[in-house]
């Protein structure tokens, strides 16, 4: 079992940036991909992001290309997602995933582990 806990989430405003962390307990010694997901009212969750174990493969959505960035920190435990330029589109509750293995997983069906996900509102 894989134990996620995302933090950072906030209220903000057009133009602003965030800093979404993801730490991760219990069978982290085994390697895990990770990914960031979102869900906006009414919409179904999307991906957003996600980040091989080694760090050197990521993915993005296209509507988040060139401006967020997905990374971690293999001895924390940590994933993040930097979200800058922010939209009133991006408002959403944003959630990590951790999915057993090696490579970049973009689909939420690939995931088995989930965070309880971290509100982000951004206003005009």
């Known amino acids: 079992q894989v134990q996620l806990l995302e933090s950072g989430g906030g209220l903000v405003q057009a133009g602003d940036s965030l800093r979404l962390s993801c730490a991760a307990s219990?069978?982290?010694?085994?390697?895990?991909?990770m990914g960031w997901f979102r869900q906006a009212p009414g919409k179904e969750r999307e991906f957003v992001a996600a980040?091989?174990?080694?760090?050197?493969?990521?993915y993005y959505a296209d509507s988040v290309k060139g401006r967020f960035s997905i990374s971690r920190e293999n001895a924390k435990n940590t994933a993040y997602l930097q979200m800058n330029s922010l939209k009133p589109e991006d408002t959403a509750v944003y959630y990590c995933a951790a999915s057993l293995g090696l490579g970049v997983v973009t689909t939420a069906g690939g995931y088995r582990y989930w965070g309880q996900g971290t509100q982000v509102t951004v206003s005009s």
């Open positions: 980040i091989s174990w080694s760090g050197r493969s990521t």
């Open positions: 219990g069978r982290t010694f085994s390697p895990y991909a």
